[in-house]
């Protein structure tokens, strides 16, 4: 209805309508416009009938799908070089539907030990109370892979690119070469890594899966999740999506897709940061152990010189204070003033956080120090400002427990 046609309705009327729905124009905007609607229209019935069927590219509801969203699952499936993409709310939400199309109750699950401590809790509480059965193993260990998924039922085969908060890279390629033996399909979290360095799809995953609250966005100002996988696969998750409802927002989904416009000139400033501040921690008389794959002695360097980028080793370095305990550790947080104690990763900011206190505070102590995170360690995600200034904050802060 145009808006000389609305001329003809009274004032309250013409309050709610005017301006609204303009016929279509012949430009084409530079950025990708927000729609902040729940529903579309449709010239006649027989098109939304259509719509509503889920004809392909047409929208009807925002539970749906939304042509802004729609915008970033194009952008993050062509970056990990897949068919497709679905996104939503958060990374959590991304990795339970992904789970939830794979398996049912009796399937079996084998994932990595070395994974985000609420996934964990996930797979542990969730999927547990559903009658699947999981199964932790040590990822880098493939014979310990492959004989886990030798004893039948499994349907998933679930890790970490880059594991948190240890750094371990996995071996991706051989791991897909076992799961698809065995009739398992692989989902690959690339949140540490992201499509900047590595593409898990190219490499054999069939589903690849990114907190977008982190490195895809970068600037700590959204939350949001995706997966990226096959035209079919993505089907799927629609599906699941559109029942439970995990849908990511127009407003959130042009924040990660304006982030994800400078993803490679982030990324690449922070593993560079990363590399130097990590070569810095190694030489520092107050750190027992650093964890970075661009360290020789890390145990996972010759995977990440294999899988990674040249030089390129991801922007998170992870470290343990010498005679650490909670006390030096809290010590040491509230004595930085230019890292941010936070509970997050992968913005243009510099942050901390301690494991132990967040990340994997929901596992028992027994558990943790049989993953290798220990009482001392810390989790430090490098941002993009001066290195130089980076280090004096670090050598300020450990100045304090000596």
């Given amino acids: 209805m145009d808006d000389q ?6 004032f309250a009327t013409r309050a709610v309508h005017a301006g609204e729905r303009p016929n279509p124009r012949d430009f084409i905007p530079t950025a990708t416009p927000i729609y902040p609607t729940s529903t579309f229209l449709y010239q006649n019935i027989e098109q939304m009938d259509a719509a509503l069927g889920g004809a392909v590219g047409v929208f009807v509801y925002g539970r749906y799908g939304n042509p802004t969203t729609e915008a970033l699952e194009t952008a993050v499936a062509s ?3 897949q068919e497709a993409a679905l996104a939503f709310a958060s990374g959590m939400a991304a990795l339970h539907a992904t789970i939830l199309s794979c398996v049912e109750a009796g399937d079996r699950i084998v994932a990595s030990r070395d994974l985000y401590g609420q996934t964990i809790t996930l797979l542990r509480t969730i999927f547990g109370s559903l009658g699947v059965r999981v199964e932790f193993v040590d990822i880098l260990d493939l ?7 030798r004893r039948g039922g499994v349907r998933l085969l679930l890790c ?27 989902a690959v979290d690339n949140t540490f890594a992201t499509p900047y360095l590595v593409r898990p799809g190219t ?9 977008a609250t982190k490195y895809l966005s970068g600037h700590g100002d959204v939350t949001a999740g995706i997966v990226a996988t096959t035209a079919d696969r993505r089907w799927e998750l629609n599906e699941i999506n559109k029942t439970i409802g995990s849908i990511l927002g127009p407003f959130e989904a042009f924040l990660v897709l304006r982030g994800l416009k400078t993803l490679p000139l982030r990324m690449h400033r922070q593993c560079e940061n990363a590399s130097r501040i990590a ?3 190694a030489e520092h ?5 650093v964890h970075y794959p661009g360290l020789p002695t890390h145990p996972s360097h010759e995977t990440a010189a294999r899988l990674l980028p040249p ?13 650490g305990t909670r006390e030096r550790v809290t010590a040491f947080l509230e004595r930085l003033r230019l890292i941010l104690p936070a509970t997050t990763l992968g913005d243009v900011y510099s942050e901390i956080l301690y494991p132990v206190m967040a990340s994997h505070r929901g596992l028992s102590p027994e558990e943790r120090q049989a993953m290798g995170i220990s009482d001392g360690l810390v989790r430090l995600s490098v941002g993009i400002e001066d290195p130089e200034d980076i280090i004096a904050d670090l050598e300020q802060a450990l100045a304090s427990l000596a």
């Avoid at 490499?203 to 907190?211: E, K, M, R, T």
């Avoid at 030089?311 to 005679?323: K, M, N, Q, T």
Wanted: glycine share 6%.
């Fill in 79 to 81: 970056l990990e070089e």
């Fill in 279 to 281: 070569c810095w921690l």
């Fill in 160 to 186: 970490e690119t880059i594991s948190n908060p240890l750094l371990r890279v996995t071996d991706l390629p051989s791991l897909a070469e076992i799961a698809h033996r065995y009739g398992a399909r692989l």
């Fill in 143 to 149: 014979a310990q892979v492959e004989a886990a998924l």
């Fill in 203 to 211: 490499l054999g995953a069939d589903y690849v899966i990114h907190s």
């Fill in 285 to 289: 008389p107050l750190i027992e152990r």
């Fill in 5 to 10: 046609r609305r001329l003809h309705f009274r």
């Fill in 311 to 323: 030089g390129l080793y991801g922007a998170i370095v992870s470290f343990e204070i010498r005679h």
